[in-house]
Structure formats: structure tokens, C-alpha cells
């Protein structure tokens, strides 16, 4: 750390680098129990393999905030730093949603293939990291390139009813990835092997300084991007950076104490964010995801989108209204009851499927209820009571509505919730805010 750097500075570096390395740090806390910690319950299998899970979330997957439970997942971790990787995808019939979400260890969603990107007829593409510069190998339909040496792409795979099952494992079969060399038939590269480290839990990567050595490692694995060199040289000043001498054992009093209080003005502007302009809509969730070109250095909606939930989608492939209120503007409880209602004509505008998801909060996990139902989609639109005019109200509360009305109930907990809505593959009517989604009232 450079001595002249003054307390003050100390605390703004440490709240703006905080702000910076959040997803980087979390998406490495969750890539380690998913593809290192073969203890961890949520283990998944080795690098550079797909890993395919024949079933929706439920609440005993608490890996990753916010997860969906509409379409089955396959995941793979992608260590590029040896050579790339081929991914191979099956034909899948017309009119069954799927995609590839390729993520990079920024947290940027850098590539799509899938039923709106590529369609549905299948291919071959080659994924590489920052060190490979060869050309497209013959075969192949798509070079698709990743700014840092992991990756991660997660597959979603949609499930039209639990009867549908062995439909999406045999879809999830043919999802295969495997080395360049293996491909075109030459010796495989490798990698200096790793010494990777335990990352902190969700409650220390709040308040622990060692946040901090956790994002040097990361950062390790992260080239510089050309815009950000004057950024990150300010990291370095504090000693922050693939290179840096972070160690919060050996600061002196006042510094860690700057540091602490860095961390915590960057969870506090996150809060103000929250309140005034993602609870408004003044900010969507939209705008939380995509490429680094398009969220434009702006590391407070990059924070945002992997505190509310990580891995969320550019726009054009699925939106997220939050509902996280009710009409008067107060926080949904399942102390009350609430219904929302769908005019008719006014269900979600897609052009695949939607659905409205339950998350008790603050943990932002599925929701265990005695019906074993974490969401209300349109699969299941067959299923539900329309109302007299042929809209649709649901029902949203902790204790059954009674006989009759349970086809449309949404189970609560019995404390704090807020609901997501999906709209995968969303219409033009969906992205440009003609279409409005309904409000929570209270009952």
C-alpha cells in the first residue's frame, strides 16, 4: 500500500473497489462450490464439463440467490486458460425454449446461443479465453470469446410440465463440451495447475476486509480491460490488484477502520439505489445485465444485478419486474394476503414462456410450502381459474385460500417476500414499456 494514500482516499478506493469487485467475488464463491469444493453439498463436477441437473430448483438449492424454477439447469465451468473449448448443441424441437448464457468472471453476460440468438436447429462453437488468437477451426460454427480465464456458461433447458422430464434430460444429453485438441484430434494443452482459495460466505463478504484478498485472486485470472487500466492502477494504490499486497493482519488501526467503512458506504448507496430507483422502476432489472460495453463502467448496477440475483439475463432474453411491494407502496409480508390480478389481454407479452416466482427475503430463496409450488407460469395457465371476464387473479398468502381457489394460489412465507416475474424472450410491447405488469394489493 503506498503510505501517502490518506485515510479518506482509503475509504473511497476501498468503497469503490468494493463496488467493482462484489460480482467478481460472489461468482468466484459460487464457481468454487459448484467445480472446486467437492464437499460442498452444491458440488456439480470438474471444470470443462457440462453438468446437467434433470429437474427444476427447489429450496434446498441455496447456492445462488433469486434461481428460477422453470427450466431445468445444465452448468459449465470453463477453464480457458489451456485452450478453448467446443460446445456442442443438440437440434431441439420448435417451440421449446432454450439458451446458453455465457458469463465471464466480471460478471458481463458476453454471448448468447439459443431459441432467440441461434435457434433451434443446433451447432458447434468454439469458446476461448483472452490468451488464444487463433482462427475459427473448420466445423465450427461460432468463435465466441471470454475477457477472462474462467467462464461460465449455464444452460436453461425449458420443462413444459413434471411429465416432460425425460424430454429435457435426453435435450440435456446432448449439451457436450470438449477441448479444441480433442476436437480437431491433437495433443491437449495444459494449464499450470492452481491453488484455489476459500472463498468467504455471503455474511463475510459483507463486512470482512479479507473481501479484499479474496478480489486480488480473482483478479488474477481478470487481464486488464483497456478502459479500466487508470481504475484499477487506483485499486493498486491501497494495495488491491492481481499483484497487490492486501493484508488486513498488518494494517494499522485507522486504515482498516477506513476500510470497513468503505464497505460499508458502497452496501449503503446500494440500499438508496434499491429504495429510490429499482423499487420505483425508475431502474429496471434490464438494465442490470449485459456486456461491459453496455452497462458502460457502471459498477453500481453490476453490484446490483448480483445482490438481487447474479446470472440474470440481458433484456432481450428475459426481463425481471420485481414486485416487492404492494399498491401503497408497503413491503410484502406473509402476514397479510394479496392478489394479483391479469386483466384479460394483459398477460405477460412473450415469445416463449413467463412465469411469477416466490422468494422469501432477505435470502432471496424459494419459498418450502405444503404444495411443493414456487411459482405460477404459463405452462400451467390450463390449470388455473380464469375470472369471469377471462382475466386471471392469483392468490398470494402464507395459509391456503380455501377450497377453490388454490389452483391459483401462490404460497408465501410467513415473513418478508417480494415476487419476480419473468418474461423470457420478451416482446418488442415488453421492452419498450407499453405493457405494464400488474401490482400486489392487499387484501
Known amino acids: 500500500m503506498t ?18 469487485g462484489f460480482p467478481m467475488v460472489d461468482n468466484y464463491r ?47 465451468g470453463a477453464d480457458l ?12 424441437e420448435a417451440g421449446r425454449y432454450y439458451s446458453l448464457q455465457f ?39 461460432e468463435v465466441i470469446r471470454s475477457a477472462t480465464d474462467f467462464s461460465f456458461v449455464i444452460y436453461r433447458t425449458q420443462l413444459f410440465a413434471p411429465a416432460d422430464i425425460d424430454n429435457v434430460t435426453r435435450i440435456q444429453a446432448g449439451y457436450t463440451a470438449e477441448p479444441l485438441s480433442a476436437f480437431e ?18 455474511d463475510e463478504q459483507k463486512t470482512s476486509p479479507k473481501f479484499f484478498q479474496i478480489l486480488n485472486f480473482v483478479l488474477k485470472f481478470a487481464p486488464v480491460l483497456p478502459d479500466e487500466k487508470e481504475l484499477r492502477d487506483r485499486f493498486a494504490t491501497i494495495g488491491i490488484g492481481p499483484d497487490g499486497h492486501f493484508d ?30 429499482l423499487n420505483t422502476g425508475r431502474v429496471t432489472s434490464g438494465q442490470l445485465f449485459g456486456t461491459h460495453a453496455e452497462l458502460k463502467n457502471n459498477y453500481l448496477y453490476r453490484m446490483a444485478g448480483s445482490v ?16 416487492a411491494t404492494d399498491s401503497s407502496g408497503a413491503p410484502l409480508t406473509g402476514a397479510g394476503t394479496y392478489t394479483l390480478r391479469f386483466g384479460p389481454g394483459q398477460l405477460p407479452p412473450v415469445n416463449s414462456f413467463w412465469s411469477i416466482t416466490m422468494y422469501k427475503m432477505p435470502e432471496s430463496l424459494l419459498v418450502a410450502n405444503s404444495i411443493d409450488r414456487y411459482l405460477i407460469n404459463s405452462p400451467m395457465l390450463p390449470s388455473l381459474v380464469p375470472d369471469p371476464d377471462g382475466g386471471y387473479t392469483i392468490h398470494i398468502q402464507n395459509r391456503s385460500p380455501g377450497i377453490g381457489y388454490e389452483s391459483n394460489w401462490l404460497p408465501a412465507p410467513e415473513g418478508p417476500f417480494q415476487m419476480i416475474l419473468r418474461l423470457y424472450w420478451p416482446t418488442e410491447e415488453a421492452l419498450n414499456g407499453t405493457w405494464n405488469g400488474p401490482q400486489a394489493v392487499r387484501s
Open 308 to 323: 438481487l440475483g447474479i446470472y440474470g439475463n440481458v433484456a432481450a432474453e428475459a426481463m425481471y419486474p420485481v414486485i
Open 185 to 202: 484430434g491433437k495433443s491437449a494443452a495444459t494449464a499450470t495447475p492452481t491453488d484455489f482459495i476459500t472463498p468467504l460466505t455471503p
Open 30 to 76: 459460487i464457481q468454487h462450490s459448484y467445480f472446486i469444493d467437492k464437499n460442498n453439498p452444491q458440488y456439480k463436477g470438474d471444470w470443462n464439463q457440462t453438468h446437467s441437473i434433470a429437474r427444476v430448483f427447489t429450496p434446498a438449492d441455496t447456492t445462488i440467490q433469486t434461481p428460477n424454477s422453470d427450466t431445468p439447469y445444465t452448468m459449465l
Open 248 to 277: 488486513p493482519d498488518t494494517m494499522s488501526k485507522e486504515t482498516l477502520h477506513a476500510v470497513k467503512d468503505g464497505m460499508a458506504d458502497a452496501w449503503a448507496e446500494l440500499t438508496t439505489f434499491q429504495k429510490e430507483k
Open 103 to 141: 458469463v465471464d468472471g466480471y460478471t458481463y453476460d458476453y454471448a448468447y446461443v439459443g431459441s432467440r440468438t441461434t435457434g433451434n436447429a443446433g451447432g458447434k462453437y468454439l469458446l476461448a479465453g483472452p490468451g488464444w488468437n487463433g482462427d475459427k477451426p473448420q466445423g465450427i460454427d
Open 81 to 92: 486458460r489451456a485452450e478453448p473449448l467446443v460446445l456442442t448443441v443438440p437440434p431441439i
Open 3 to 20: 503510505a501517502n494514500v490518506s485515510g479518506l482516499s482509503v475509504r473511497e478506493i476501498a468503497k469503490e473497489a468494493y463496488t467493482y
